[in-house]
């Protein structure tokens, strides 16, 4: 959330922002605006939003999706200041962010790489050992679970599509995705830990927190759907914190 910058809007967040229990939001690199990012970690607390940090790489004209070449250093640079961006809007608004998330090819570069996960990781601790570090696939949450002392929660998806080796296919749209079939994805995760990869074949993914992208044009007709069926199985969401 918290992506669009000067004249260019992009995302929901007004609307989806009441449907959810956290936020992944940018902080400059792939996307935002110090006044974005003021406004929307304001408009989180207004709806007591557990705020993410949603760092990315230094590419606003590839949304941050272009990989790049960088040290482990330099990538744990890059999201030491951006929480620390963000954390200083979180502060002037008087609350805190909770979890990191990487954001798209600072994500998949994590995932091939467990050096520059680790050190991503290490980068977190140093920063707060509060927070809580969002796993997005089983690379990435096999690296934290060696990390002594972060706190770690695996995230599941539910508008995009798995391999079957768990990992995701970030390429494709979630613009597209059936409101009934998220629903239905996101109770078998959440009830049995598992969902049908792409080929059929069906795969566990032990999530305890699931994403929806705030920038998909149906995200709040998504969420409505959800939401019924929090209702009809009387499913619990709690924030982040009650469960890393």
């Not at 998949?108 to 520059?116: N, P, R, T, V």
Request: net charge negative; aromatic share 6%; glycine share 8%.
């Amino acid at each position: 959330m918290g992506e669009s910058f000067g004249n260019w809007e992009m995302g929901h967040d007004v609307d989806v922002m009441p449907y959810i229990t956290s936020a992944n939001i940018a902080a400059g690199y792939h996307a935002a605006d110090p006044h974005v990012m003021r406004e929307t970690v304001a408009l989180a607390a207004e709806h007591d939003v557990g705020i993410g940090v949603h760092p990315g790489l230094p590419d606003k004209m590839g949304f941050g999706r272009r990989a790049m070449d960088a040290t482990p250093d330099e990538v744990r640079d890059y999201v030491t200041y951006q929480l620390g961006a963000l954390t200083a809007f979180a502060e002037q608004q008087g609350t805190s962010v909770q979890h990191v998330k990487p954001h798209g090819a600072m994500y998949s570069m994590l995932s091939a790489d467990s050096e520059l996960a680790r050190a991503v990781m290490e980068g977190v601790l140093a920063v707060d050992e509060d927070l809580v570090y969002l796993a997005t696939d089983m690379n990435i949450y096999e690296v934290a679970q060696d990390m002594e002392g972060l706190r770690t929660v695996f995230e599941g998806y539910v508008d995009l599509d798995y391999r079957p080796d768990r990992s995701l296919i970030v390429e494709q749209s979630v613009e597209n995705k059936d409101p009934e079939t998220v629903a239905d994805r996101f109770v078998s995760i959440a009830t049995e830990g598992v969902v049908e990869a792409a080929n059929g074949e069906e795969i566990e993914v032990p999530a305890d927190s699931i994403c929806i992208h705030g920038d998909n044009p149906h995200a709040v007709d998504l969420l409505d759907a959800i939401h019924d069926r929090i209702e009809e199985y009387d499913l619990d969401l709690v924030s982040l914190d009650r469960i890393a």
